[in-house]
T-cell receptor, first 118, second 115 residues
Framework: AQTVTQSQPEMSVQEAETVTLSCTYD???????LFWYKQPPSRQMILVIR??????QNATENRFSVNFQKAAKSFSLKISDSQLGDTAMYFC???????????????FGKGTKLTVNP | DAGVIQSPRHEVTEMGQEVTLRCKPI?????LFWYRQTMMRGLELLIY????????DSGMPEDRFSAKMPNASFSTLKIQPSEPRDSAVYFC?????????????FGPGTRLTVL
């Protein structure tokens, strides 16, 4: 079974600064995907960024980037130029690659509550 | 596209009552997931379907919970009888086969309170 661990229950950052959220996972799978989801107070789950395990290059999406260390089973999220709208819960999630491209379940970490201060 | 639609958005019921949560996935998506979010356990999968067929129901807590997907555009999650410990936010998500890496699109969730 896969497990995902987020060791920082809460974090805060000043507006315009950079913050890094940590995530580690445990799996015996070789082919899988990793995701970061954002959940603002509205409780809507929003995909922030995704990484395919076979890709060595770290994914980036505008101000969001990841540091994927496959051997260490680490997948951290860096938010640059933090904005007030980034205030939310952030969840790291794991999905093993399905057979024939089929979908599989997401396994979530417990989340990190990020507060961006003005 | 309207996104994943869930109803009701809020449900308050009394212990022992039957509760039915509904989900309409995004048109064309062939996988549907039910997740539950609580403070204690976080987000966890209850059950998921591929092409309307249940694939993994290992997360369904007990026999009081049941889920159906009679067609590609509708799914229900039923709790009978409900208990206070079932209070949680229930999310439905859908995805489409072959679109790696299988991004799941979440509905707005149903907040269930069992008194």
């Amino acid at each position: 079974a896969q497990t995902v661990t987020q060791s920082q229950p809460e974090m805060s950052v000043q507006e315009a600064e950079t913050v890094t959220l940590s995530c580690t996972y445990d799996t015996s799978e070789n082919n899988y995907y990793l995701f970061w989801y954002k959940q603002p107070p509205s409780r809507q789950m929003i995909l922030v960024i995704r990484q395919e395990a076979y890709k060595q290059q770290n994914a980036t999406e505008n101000r969001f980037s990841v540091n994927f260390q496959k051997a260490a089973k680490s997948f951290s999220l860096k938010i640059s130029d933090s904005q007030l709208g980034d205030t939310a819960m952030y969840f790291c999630a794991f999905m093993k690659r399905g057979t024939q491209g089929g979908s599989e379940k997401l396994v979530f970490g417990k989340g990190t509550k990020l507060t961006v201060n003005p | 596209d309207a996104g994943v639609i869930q109803s009701p958005r809020h449900e308050v019921t009394e212990m022992g009552q039957e509760v039915t949560l509904r989900c309409k996935p995004i048109s064309g998506h062939n996988s549907l997931f039910w997740y539950r979010q609580t403070m204690m356990r976080g987000l966890e999968l209850l059950i998921y379907f591929n092409n309307n067929v249940p694939i993994d129901d290992s997360g369904m807590p007990e026999d009081r919970f049941s889920a159906k997907m009679p067609n590609a555009s509708f799914s229900t999650l039923k709790i009978q009888p409900s208990e206070p410990r079932d209070s949680a936010v229930y999310f439905c998500a859908s995805s489409t086969r072959g679109r790696a890496p299988n991004e799941q699109f979440f509905g707005p969730g149903t907040r269930l309170t069992v008194l």
